[in-house]
């Protein structure tokens, strides 16, 4: 029920809270109309072969590995033939600061061309969803809303074409995290065998319909938080697509006359009608921009055909609108990439540091040291050991400084590890008292050496008395 005009404590709502949703309150769907110029044109190419990409990386190899495997059952992570494991912290967190710092950068040169031109949700919704509404509502190749009702019958395609290929995208998305492999052997299997996979396909598919045939363009408005970050990662030199008012204001209808007082708009709303989020570039920079570049080909082909020239909509800067000249050093521009050259050479040194395994070196619970019945101080410890090659290894240990130190490995057959084995293994070393007479500890190295040739030299301390 509409509020009453004689409530003045009411506030009349704008025509659009948001662009999805009427002042009423109910759902605005958007059908965009399409304009296919040059830059549309640029994006697809980059859609497709973005498309291409995300379906074939997971059958990929490099080193007999796939190219990227999140492997969180097994806690491991392969990116370009290399395997990580949970003990590689530092690793994981230099990369993810990595791509981070990458991300920050793009957008204070680029602007949200992350958006306009990468985002799975952007490549996907504009030029593989949307083509399907197009031709099922008969506005193929323009856009637009339907010149009339769709029949059941063509709502039903639509929704079994959708579901295919949610599908698709969802087993391609599962094979990011159990490998072609396992997918295929899956796949032939009934779903009773492997039934928590089965379930991670399904919610993903319902996830993804959910997304691409009710939620839309809303990803991008409300949950994505991405949009809301822009404030802090652009500043005014930033490229943005972005209306120049100097030259378009004051608009006008109609056909251009020898008025100098008019500007180039012609008010055709074109750039509006094209807004896959349903924005008028007009008003300025705004949150709900993606950077599709829909409005300039829009726009520069409303000038082509009045005779004006293009770039009245183009990719622009705040400064670069309001007249102010260009700064090529600033702050961000400079700070950023010293960042990433840092964190990026700090995981390179970090991946490239790393032997055919991991060992580390744990002092045991209780007592810093025991004494035996023949009078030798006792240290025990247990021993970290991770695997990292591909074939099984079986590893030595010895204690090479001080001298009269002995080793001894409780579990012996522990020194055995298969391709990504992690074990502690329990150790004990004993010595004489004269050792560590004095100051009640002395340093000590424990050489650690594998099948092939990997070996790491862990300092460590003798504890005994004084």
Request: hydrophobic share 40%; net charge positive; with cysteine.
């Amino acid at each position: 029920m509409p509020p009453s005009t004689d409530n003045d404590a009411l506030l009349v709502p704008e025509e659009h809270v948001l662009s999805t949703l009427e002042k009423d309150g109910s759902r605005r769907w958007l059908r965009p109309r399409l304009a296919m110029g040059t830059w549309w044109k640029r994006r697809r190419v980059v859609a497709y072969v973005l498309m291409v990409v995300f379906v074939a990386i997971p059958h990929l190899r490099l080193n007999g590995k796939p190219i990227v495997l999140l492997d969180f059952v097994s806690r491991q992570l392969t990116l370009f033939g290399k395997t990580f494991y949970p003990t590689d912290t530092l690793i994981l967190a230099l990369f993810m600061l990595t791509v981070f710092v990458t991300i920050v950068l793009v957008t204070a040169i680029a602007g949200r061309a992350w958006c306009g031109w990468a985002c799975p949700q952007t490549v996907y919704m504009e030029f593989l969803f949307r083509p399907i509404d197009r031709f099922f509502e008969g506005t193929k190749g323009k856009g637009g809303k339907p010149k009339g009702n769709i029949s059941g019958g063509w709502q039903i395609a639509r929704v079994g074409v959708y579901l295919i290929l949610c599908m698709f995208l969802a087993h391609t998305f599962l094979a990011y995290f159990v490998g072609t492999d396992t997918l295929a052997q899956w796949i032939r299997q009934s779903p009773i065998d492997h039934p928590g996979a089965f379930l991670v396909m399904a919610v993903t598919t319902a996830a993804m319909m959910f997304d691409f045939l009710i939620f839309r363009e809303q990803m991008c408005l409300i949950a994505c938080p991405y949009g809301r970050f822009q404030s802090v990662m652009l500043d005014e030199q930033s490229k943005i697509v972005g209306y120049d008012p100097g030259r378009g204001e004051p608009r006008h209808k109609g056909k251009r006359t020898n008025d100098s007082s008019q500007g180039d708009c012609v008010d055709c709303n074109q750039c509006v009608v094209v807004c896959p989020t349903g924005i008028d570039i007009r008003d300025g920079l705004q949150m709900e921009c993606i950077n599709c570049t829909q409005c300039i080909d829009a726009c520069d082909s409303v000038m082509t055909k009045i005779g004006l020239p293009k770039g009245l909509i183009r990719y622009s800067s705040q400064d670069e609108l309001a007249k102010k000249p260009k700064k090529w050093l600033r702050a961000r521009t400079t700070i950023y990439p010293v960042i990433l050259l840092l964190v990026a050479v700090g995981f390179v040194f970090a991946v490239m540091s790393k032997v055919g395994f991991d060992a580390r070196l744990l002092r045991g619970k209780g007592a810093p040291f025991s004494m035996t019945t023949k009078g030798a101080v006792n240290n025990s410890f247990r021993l970290r050991l991770v695997n990292r090659t591909d074939s099984e290894q079986t590893y030595s240990l010895s204690v090479v400084n001080p001298e009269g130190v002995t080793l001894e490995v409780i579990q012996k057959d522990m020194l055995t590890l298969p391709s990504g084995g992690n074990v502690l293994i329990p150790l004990s070393v004993e010595f004489a008292p004269a050792i560590t007479r004095g100051d009640g500890n002395e340093p000590a190295t424990l050489v650690v050496e594998d099948a092939s040739d990997h070996s790491n030299n862990i300092k460590f301390k003798l504890l005994g008395p004084r």
